[in-house]
């Protein structure tokens, strides 16, 4: 009912920036309910940053200030623009999208962070 497809990840230096994209095609309403999670290896998934069922955003704390996220609806596409990268932000960056209770993921995208 809904396929989320995203790009942009890769490798990256401390400090730098990359910008991850979520294109959303299928049965949608909104882009509300719809965010970024990421997985490090031997952790769990965590949620990075997302709008809320009523278009509020909600980051991590450990996150806040350098990540933004932000929408095209156009485009059926939501974006993470994430800047002052730390070594700790490696991970698997998954795009969520939650319709009708149930979730939907991407494949998601490799983000490494490493000098």
């Known amino acids: 009912q809904v396929q989320l497809v995203e790009s942009g990840g890769g490798p990256v230096q401390p400090g730098g920036s990359l910008r991850l994209s979520c294109a959303a095609s299928g049965i949608m309403v909104s882009l509300n309910s719809m965010g970024w999670y990421r997985q490090a290896p031997g952790k769990q998934r965590e949620l990075v940053a997302a709008?809320?069922?009523?278009?509020?955003?909600n980051y991590a704390s450990s996150v806040k200030g350098r990540f933004t996220i932000s929408r095209d609806n156009a485009k059926k596409t939501v974006y993470l623009q994430m800047t002052s990268l730390k070594p700790e932000d490696t991970a698997v960056y998954y795009c969520n999208k939650r319709l009708y209770m149930k979730d939907y993921w991407g494949q998601g995208t490799q983000v490494t962070v490493s000098s």
């Open positions: 709008f809320t069922g009523d278009g509020a955003i």
